[in-house]
């Protein structure tokens, strides 16, 4: 091997005129910046959904009318959509700037026999790099001297440990990341023991976190199923309503009257049926829905992503950082004497393994980066305080670094009488085998230990001790008398709450998915841990990469884990399970998540441990980095769901009595019961209802015990349909027979319009109650109601009330007087509208009519 000194002290690197030639050739060291929509072009592909044009269709018809503040309102939501999705367009350019960012950070290079400091982004091709614990590798780079060099590049291979590098032979090719004694390092991945000279490969999009940027860049976004159910359901009613409202022109007009009265009626009757409401109550739901989930630590960067949470049946995470807490933690000590099994925050240790702790720990760096160091370190405050083990005022007087040949490191002391030096290893079980020179017996009782501890998940290392007396030190470890203290077992472990929501999510009908980069026994181990279906079923990157997509889609449905995957192959994971008609969401926290996770139908990073690149590229962040969160954000996408599904069934059946009153008057040649000021009342009511009142509806009570929705399953069924129009004819024929009563019994017009609106209002107030639940009666969905539906309730009496019994209100709205038998007729006639439904309900009929698709 190369010795590093005699090559940094020889090393002349690139001269100014070389690196400006391959900085003009290659490029900055960045990836390079996507091509922006205009906001004109991302406006006018807005404006192409159906949605939007009836918004644009309706607030025109306002502008005809005279109702500037009705157009300018619908106008305005518009713009805010727009906005919206302005905003949604820019998150692939925002993944791929801070892709950027986390591949320029500072280097330290070797130009014209000078070591300087420069920005990542100027590092060129062929530059010499000098790279130390804690700096960010700025380029794919060969390694050319190293000494003790290990990097963490669990951002690109999801790996939990380090990985061990060695020195280039001067021919091999690049290596695809993974694994220890690569000859190679990669921009982004963080030194974290050791010191290398290496030698910049590849640099910008050319690296290993280039590919991955133009891989994210490449993925499109696909319409979530709320969107496209909505967009059916939009077309429908437009659809509908120019039918009817062509028909009311040319039924007026070829009966012989006014064309243009015809024309006017059909343009009320259109007004009447347009569903301006459901872009509102879209918008407003997920906001508030994104509102409620923010309170639960997460954060939502794509609203749409929160109701097809509800419908996610299969959810893909990350191992590192996502069910573990991507840190070491001493698990297991082994001596001659046995094991000893190590709890969280002990303070206490047995005698007998004072030894292997003190001596783990003089193997180790004094100021550690290395997590296993560090968590020696930790171990040893918390156990050997107040011992004779911890030696804070020794110190090393030489090194020996580890080596492809003899996996082990060892480091010397100086002892505090100055008389002989101290060294401890540690290392591979089988090279401080080696070392110690143990015999075959002592050897396989060793390795037995080891094979207990690897099968339980564990990373072991093995620890040794010598003496050496006061002179000169030998050259190699080999020439130590090395004895054999034991074994330090060390584990990444599992989040807590994690099998539990696990669990959960099973009950839910919700397949938890582990794809890692880590190996197949550790992926495994972790899989029992938290309760994965099938844990000694793994398929690994190698089989997947000798797979074709056919093939992988007919296995993948009996896979829980994966195992050494690479980027692509999440990606294909990914695809092969959305092509297979899942609905997947993925979690990650690293880099080489962001493709899955912007793939997936939901994208969850990881908030705290997780990259600006995971974070951008997701549609929703936990910030607490919990799993658990997950399930709460399932919940909340279910309800929100549930909701939506009864809000436009109300939107739907109270538009039903609405429009027949405005209309079947004027048919029979009666006065006119509804005018403007009455429908403008009603949509007093109508507004805060279908959007605030069903947003805060509680959940139903089997929401995380029933299987997901399919995919396939309409947002508004048929059977939904013909319930939501039941209800609105049978409230519309109630309403009408009242008017029809009152006028038959001598009331008159102005007393016969109040009566009935009374009974309109108060059958509105309970389509709203009895819609709030498909499930529970009346009497329990009144209990268990949230107090918005009492404040939308009280609001609509207090001003029916003023517009009954002011005469300054009764005048404008043209009411007779009612007496308090009338209010009881109608409350009565209101009550017996809906009779009928609350009856289905008692039978379970309403929710299996509505599954009707």
Not at 201 to 217: D, K, M, V
Request: glycine share 10%.
């Amino acid at each position: 091997m190369p010795d590093l000194n005699d090559l940094l002290a020889s090393a002349r690197g690139l001269t100014d005129a070389e690196v400006l030639a391959r900085r003009a050739a290659d490029g900055l060291n960045e990836l390079p910046s996507q091509k922006k929509q205009s906001i004109l072009a991302l406006a006018l592909g807005v404006l192409k959904e159906p949605m939007l044009l009836l918004l644009l269709a309706a607030g025109g018809i306002y502008l005809v009318l005279g109702g500037v503040k009705d157009a300018m309102m619908l106008l305005t939501f518009v713009l805010v959509v727009i906005g919206i999705t302005f905003y949604q367009e820019r998150k692939t350019e925002n993944a791929l700037d801070a892709l950027r960012g986390l591949a320029s950070p500072r280097a330290l290079v070797i130009r014209g026999g000078r070591q300087l400091r420069v920005a990542g982004r100027e590092v060129v091709r062929d530059d010499l790099l000098y790279l130390t614990e804690g700096d960010r590798v700025p380029a794919d780079a060969y390694v050319l001297a190293c000494v003790n060099f290990s990097a963490d590049e669990s951002l690109l291979t999801g790996e939990s440990v380090p990985v061990r590098k060695a020195a280039w032979d001067g021919s091999s090719p690049a290596p695809r990341p993974g694994g220890d004694d690569l000859p190679y390092v990669f921009s982004g991945s963080l030194v974290v023991q050791g010191r290398a000279l290496a030698k910049a490969a590849a640099t910008g999009p050319r690296s290993e976190i280039g590919r991955i940027g133009r891989a994210l860049e490449s993925i499109a976004q696909e319409e979530t199923p709320l969107n496209r159910e909505t967009g059916r359901i939009v077309k429908i009613f437009a659809v509908t309503g120019a039918v009817l409202c062509a028909a009311v022109v040319l039924v007026t007009g070829l009966s012989g009257g006014s064309w243009l009265k015809g024309f006017l009626s059909g343009l009320t009757l259109g007004m009447a049926m347009l569903p301006e409401e459901f872009p509102v109550v879209l918008v407003i739901f997920l906001t508030i829905g994104a509102w409620r989930i923010s309170r639960k630590n997460v954060l939502t960067r794509r609203m749409q992503a929160i109701e097809t949470m509800g419908a996610a049946t299969v959810l893909c995470t990350d191992k590192t950082g996502t069910l573990t807490l991507n840190s070491m933690r001493l698990r297991e000590l082994w001596t001659t004497g046995g094991f000893h099994s190590v709890r969280d925050g002990a303070r206490d240790l047995p005698e007998e393994f004072h030894a292997l702790a003190e001596y783990a720990i003089l193997a180790s760096q004094e100021d550690p980066f290395d997590p296993i160091e560090k968590e020696l370190r930790r171990f040893g405050d918390g156990c050997l305080t107040g011992t004779e083990h911890l030696h804070r005022n020794w110190k090393v007087v030489r090194e020996y670094p580890l080596s492809k040949e003899l996996l082990s490191l060892a480091h010397a002391w100086e002892s505090p009488d100055h008389m002989r030096y101290v060294v401890a290893a540690k290392g591979a079980p089988e090279a401080i085998i080696d070392l110690c020179h143990l015999g075959r017996e002592a050897g396989a009782e060793v390795m037995k230990a080891v094979a207990e501890l690897s099968s339980r998940g564990l990373r072991v290392l093995a620890v040794a001790r010598a003496q050496s007396d006061k002179g000169g030190l030998p050259e190699a470890q080999h020439d130590f008398e090395f004895g054999l203290v034991g074994l330090c077992a060390f584990m990444d472990p599992v989040r807590e709450g994690v099998p539990a929501s696990v669990a959960e999510a099973a009950a839910a009908g919700i397949r938890v998915v582990m794809i890692t980069g880590d190996y197949p026994g550790t992926a495994s181990f972790i899989a029992r841990e938290i309760g994965l279906r099938d844990p000694e079923t793994v398929m690994t990157g190698p089989e997947l990469a000798g797979m074709a997509p056919e093939e992988l889609r007919a296995r993948i449905s009996g896979i829980s884990v994966f195992a050494r995957v690479v980027p692509e192959q999440k990606l294909a994971i990914v695809d092969a399970l959305k092509a297979n008609g899942e609905i997947v969401a993925m979690t990650g926290d690293g880099v080489n998540d962001a493709p899955a996770l912007k793939s997936a139908h939901i994208g969850v990073a990881m908030g705290g441990r997780g990259t600006d690149v995971a974070r951008e590229a997701a549609a929703i962040v936990l910030m607490d980095d919990d799993f658990s969160s997950i399930v709460h954000a399932i919940r909340l996408g279910r309800r929100i769901y549930d909701n939506l599904k009864k809000a436009i069934a109300y939107i739907l059946s109270v538009h039903v009595p609405i429009a027949g009153m405005s209309l079947l008057p004027v048919l029979f040649g009666m006065p006119v019961v509804l005018l403007p000021a009455h429908i403008a009342f009603l949509e007093l009511i109508i507004d805060p209802a279908c959007s605030v009142v069903f947003e805060a509806g509680r959940e139903e009570h089997d929401i995380m015990s029933r299987p997901p929705r399919s995919a396939r399953e309409p947002l508004f069924s048929r059977g939904m349909a013909a319930l939501s129009l039941l209800q609105g004819f049978s409230v519309l024929a109630v309403v009408f027979g009242i008017f029809l009563l009152s006028l038959r019994l001598g009331k008159g017009e102005e007393e016969a319009r109040a009566l009935s609106f009374a009974a309109l209002v108060f059958a509105n107030l309970m389509l709203i109650i009895t819609n709030l639940s498909w499930r529970d009666n009346f009497v329990r969905t009144m209990k268990e109601a949230h107090s918005t539906l009492w404040w939308v309730c009280a609001g609509a009496l207090a001003v029916m009330a003023l517009a009954l019994y002011a005469p300054f209100m009764r005048g404008l709205f043209h009411f007779g007087v009612l007496h308090g038998h009338d209010l009881a007729f109608a409350l009565g006639g209101g009550a017996v509208s809906l009779a009928w439904f609350e009856a289905l309900k008692v039978f379970g009929g309403a929710r299996r009519a509505a599954a009707v698709s």
